[in-house]
Nanobody, 122 residues
Framework: QVQLVESGGGLVQPGGSLRLSCVAS????????MRWYRQAPGKERELVAA????????NYADSVKGRFTIFRDNAKNTVILQMNSLKPEDTAVYYC???????????????WGQGTQVTVSS
């Protein structure tokens, strides 16, 4: 079955770094765009970073540009979110998402991980 398993969350001081990993299984990883979302308490889920299936450019939320980097290893079915210069406002549950658009059928497919908690606090 389809699985997205995130890891790497935790407690870090402001200015610190964390590296989130998401390992996928049960579908053809290389066909899917991969995204990281986050959701802070009382707030809506927001898109943090995205990387296409092949080629193309990455995209980031304005709030994380220059601090976060997303990259993928299709051979290992893994997407990584490297987070540097963390701020307290980055505190949230971070979710891995696999996205596929099927224009011929006007359908989209979305798979989600269970989330990993990131807490930035002194």
């Amino acid at each position: 079955q389809v699985q997205l398993v995130e890891s790497g969350g935790g407690l870090v001081q402001p200015g610190g770094s964390l590296r989130l990993s998401c390992v996928a299984s049960g579908f053809t990883f290389s066909n899917y765009a991969m995204r990281w979302y986050r959701q802070a308490p009382g707030k809506e889920r927001e898109l943090v970073a995205a990387i296409p299936s092949v080629g193309g450019s990455t995209n980031y939320a304005d709030s994380v540009k220059g601090r976060f980097t997303i990259f993928r290893d299709n051979a290992k079915n893994t997407v990584i979110l490297q987070m540097n210069s963390l701020k307290p406002e980055d505190t949230a549950v971070y979710y891995c998402n696999a996205f596929l658009s099927l224009p011929a059928t006007r359908r989209t497919i979305n798979y989600w991980g269970q989330g990993t908690q990131v807490t930035v606090s002194s």
